[in-house]
């Protein structure tokens, strides 16, 4: 797993895109002082989700954004996109080459993609824990990070270590359910306090329950002397109504005589009444009429007057129009001067201004063809550059490959010098088995020789 390319637009000094290629072995990036070497290891921290804008050299999060400089206009965002080359498969996602980038905004809004897809900074944290590479991981080591790294706490140092030897993927997954665990806590202590809430609400219930009862048992009784109440007034009301009705009777013959006496007199009124309608809506009429008349008295005013000003406006606007025409007849004879002086001119210029015209033309030709075949010595030389960029990057991988093959031929030779001198040694061990055997097969044939003798 390896680092294999870093692009780069609108990041600190990169104003335009920039594309950076890292081979598989070690790539050096040389320049003076000023020109923006450390911006590519900021990039790549910043790149793997560095928030930290103290460690991006910068005072805030926008910072890092093309601020402009002598003829370009400073940017409203930058991104940069990191790809690693996944050839161990040390990363679980099942992609070869994976593309990490990061986009940032001027109002601080900043956006995370794995592969073009929209992702969480958590997720590239995931993606890359316990593998020596992030924001803070020991594989990015800036100048004096060293010295840095060594004064700081143990603490410090033991998290680094830790990240090297792959522990903290758990240690975050042993705080996260401790997190949850929290969370679950406050929550089982909350659902208590719901529940001692919900006990006192029952119980309150269950009083308001019993007075509810005592309410109602009391109510009926209140109802059922109501009733036997009511019964016993309707009864009295009954026997007092008899004398009443008798008394009723004997008013409404009394009314019945007088009644003809008083319609005579309701006529006569009714006779007065319609007489001073009449006479009301009369006065109505002419008062609507005595309004129409000094509404249109106070029309008449407002228009004398209106016209007044308009007269007055229009004599001003006469001599003002008088005015400007005699000074427009003097501009008028003025101009028709000037135009005859720049007729004269004119002609006097005409040929002079067709032999430039001509020339403009012939030098304008001359000018396309030059235009043309400079056109085509630029897309040679970019032709050339691309066919030249591409040689170099196939003499670096050929020469890689050579470096490789190289140290395994070296390798290969000190094997075989080491397998030769351990064949020298065995040759001499077995002529020393060889010698050593000959004399005991000679020691044995002695012995036997004796023993036939012997026997004999």
Known sequence: MYISELNLHGFKSFAKKEKIKFGEGVTVIVGPNGCGKTNIVDAIRWVLGEQKYSVLRSGKMGDVIFNGADGIKPLSVCEAYLTVHNNSGKLPIEYSDIEIGRRVYRDGESEYYINKTPCRLKDIHELFIDTGMGSDAYSVIELKMIEQILSETADDRKRMFEEAAGINKYKQQRQSALRKFDAIQRDLDRINDIVQEVEQQVHSLGLQLKRFNRHEKLSTILFEKDLSLAYIKIHNYQSELIPLRKNLSESLTIKNEKLSDTSLLEKE???IKKTYVSQQQELQKMQIKLQKLEKDRELAQNNILIWNE???SA?????????????NQEKKIHLLD?????????????????DQSSLFVTKNNEFQKIDSEYQTAQEHVKTIQSSRWKAQERIADERSVLDRSISSIEEKTTVINHLSSKIKILEKDQEKYSIEQEKIDNNTKKQLEKVNKIKS
């Open 269 to 271: 009124l009714e006779e």
């Open 315 to 327: 004599e001003i606007n006469m001599n003002r129009l008088s005015n400007e025409l005699s000074s």
């Open 338 to 354: 000037k135009i005859t002086e720049y007729k004269k001119d004119i002609d006097q210029l005409s040929p002079s201004i067709k």
């Open 310 to 312: 308009q007269f007055k």
